[in-house]
Every structure is written in C-alpha cells, then in structure tokens.
C-alpha cells in the first residue's frame, strides 16, 4: 500500500486566475507583440483550455486591452512610483528620466508604438491607450506641481511643461525598433535637457 498522500487540487480564486491571464498575456505582449495575443495562446502558456481563458475574456480584443494596460500601469509604476518617501520632485524626476533609456524601457516603448498602430483599428483598445496616456500624463505633471510648489522647479504652465517632456520622450521611443544606440550623447540626454530648461534648472540638475 503506497504511504503517499494525494493532496487535493488547490482551485484559484477567479481574481487570482484573472490576474494569472492578464499577466501571462502582458508578457507576451512585451516580448511578442500585442498581435500574438490570442485565446489559444494565452491558454498554450497557462496549460488550461482556451475554453478558461474566454470565461474571464469572452474576446481577444478584451485581453489584448487589458494585457496593454497592465504592462503600461505596471512600467509606470516602476519609472516613477506614486509614492517616494523621502525623495525630493528633482530626484524623482531625475530618477524617472534616468530610467527612460536601455533595453528595459525599449521594451515598453515597442510596445506603445505596437498599441497605439493598433489602436486605430481596435476601439477597445483605443480606450485603454487613452486612459494610459492620461495616467503617465497626471504622474509626471503631480511631480512637476510638487517641485513648483516646493519652489525647485519655475514654470507658468505644469501641464505643458509635462507634454513638451513626454512628447520628446516619445520621439525618442519611436527609434527603439531600429536602436539608438549610435545617437550622439546630444540627443539620447534631449528630454533631461528639455526638463531641465523648461523647469528653470541649471545644466546637469537632472543627470544625477
């Protein structure tokens, strides 16, 4: 008589098993493209049937969506977290441009070049572009209004001052499916650079 002891199958809960599909769909997303995203596929790297899958996501187009937002969210939250004890709007914004070059944030710039072609196709997914945007937008301009307010920063306009930032970061993400690695350091440093001279703060403030 064997002395094994068959444990029971532990069954996941139905936010756990979601939060398990849309993370498996986002890292394909970010290694894959947003195109590879199906039913079937999400189910091949779960090792469940796509029947599972489609009971969370009755279409592709749901969890193509929601895989974006999740790794768009997630990026987010590691390039300027919401919170920052201790650390002052310079050196969050320092940090966060510090992390907006290399293969990592490459990644995630396919990945929104990837989403927004798409987007002009896929209304749901139109909706979650936009709702990300907005979030990266409302992220850097708070720090913006912080520094402004605590007097490190000098601008009339925190709001602008956000998109002329990211509109140059997002010219510089456009490059990542041809690299930019032979880019004169001019033009790999030009969002710190224009940080810097639209906050009012001197050459190398932000370079840290």
């Not at 596929?41 to 193509?64: K, T």
């Not at 944030?105 to 907005?134: C, F, G, K, M």
């Not at 601008?155 to 001052?161: A, G, V």
């Not at 490059?175 to 350091?185: I, M």
Request: hydrophobic content about 40%; aromatic content about 4%; proline content about 6%.
């Amino acid at each position: 008589m064997s002395s094994s002891v068959q444990r029971p199958r532990v069954r996941k809960s139905p936010a756990a098993r979601r939060a398990e599909i849309v993370d498996a769909a986002a890292a394909v997303a970010l290694a894959e493209g947003l195109e590879c995203i199906t039913l079937r596929r999400i189910g091949e790297e779960l090792g469940v049937r796509p029947g599972l899958i489609s009971h969370y996501f009755p279409s592709a187009e749901e969890l193509v969506a929601e895989a974006f937002g999740s790794a768009a969210s997630g990026e987010l939250d590691t390039l300027l977290p919401e919170e920052s004890p201790g650390a002052t709007p310079t050196e969050r914004l320092a940090r966060f441009l510090a992390r907006t070059t290399g293969e990592p944030y490459d990644a995630i710039s396919r990945l929104w070049i990837n989403a927004r072609h798409l987007s002009r196709y896929r209304p749901v997914l139109r909706d979650r572009v936009t709702e990300q945007e907005a979030a990266w937008r409302g992220r850097l301009e708070g720090v913006i209004r912080e520094g402004v307010e605590r007097d490190e920063f000098r601008t009339s306009d925190p709001s602008l001052t956000t998109i002329q930032i990211l509109v140059v970061l997002d010219g510089l993400g456009a490059h990542a499916n041809t690299g930019t690695g032979e880019h004169p350091t001019a033009v790999t440093r030009m969002a710190v650079a224009t940080a810097e001279r639209e906050l009012g703060l001197p050459e190398g403030a932000l370079s840290g």
